[in-house]
């Protein structure tokens, strides 16, 4: 029976892989990104699955920190419009949800922000703004399109072994770049964590 070792082994491995790819994401993606969400007079962000959580925490610190932002689906989202922006967290870039999104986002004259791990992906070529957390690609396959297929047949390819995949792998980038963001967006808005707890949910 495995003990804690292996669990602390694994979690080395992961912090390790992500460590080094941090150092291969773009300084001038970051800083197109952050000047597209300090300009945007609203932000939308999206995401499916794992993802999605990462999109809905990514939308809780942006009102923390007193940018208006908006989660998409959600009963209480407003109409975009231009002015607005999108951002949409997608590893793949293909999600069919994700795509729709990215879609209308461009219709409706928003600009479009996207995280994700492949720039050529369907989002990616829509996109105004990209922000690549490198990975190595699937091998002998395409990408799968849509999150249920993905979930149901593995259509990751491992990378931190032996429990972890690429989906982790972006999902764990993605939450440490978005609260990176966030703190270097309280730096340049002079946001105290005084004014970041008076807008703390006091009521649950």
């Not at 793949?92 to 209308?104: K, L, P, Q, Y």
Request: net charge negative; with cysteine.
């Amino acid at each position: 029976m495995s003990g804690c070792g292996d669990v602390k082994m694994i979690m080395r491995t992961m912090t390790d892989e992500i460590s080094r790819r941090i150092e291969e994401i773009s300084d001038d993606e970051i800083s197109s990104f952050t000047s597209s969400i300090l300009t945007a007079r609203r932000i939308y962000v999206a995401g499916a699955g794992r993802s999605g959580l990462i999109a809905r925490a990514f939308a809780m610190r942006l009102m923390h920190i007193g940018l208006e932002s908006y989660v998409v689906g959600e009963t209480v989202t407003p109409a975009m419009e231009p002015g607005d922006a999108g951002v949409v967290f997608s590893g793949t870039g293909e999600t069919n949800s994700m795509v729709d999104i990215a879609e209308s986002t461009k219709a409706l004259g928003g600009t479009l922000c996207l995280i994700t791990s492949h720039r050529g992906s369907s989002i990616g070529k829509l996109a105004d703004y990209i922000v690549e957390i490198p990975l190595e690609p699937p091998e002998d396959r395409e990408w799968p399109n849509t999150f249920e297929v993905r979930q149901l047949t593995g259509g990751y390819k491992s990378l931190f072994q032996p429990l972890a995949a690429i989906g982790t792998f972006f999902e764990t980038a993605a939450m440490i770049f978005s609260d990176a963001l966030i703190a270097d967006l309280m730096d340049i808005r002079k946001c105290g964590i005084e004014e970041v707890m008076k807008r703390l949910s006091n009521i649950q």
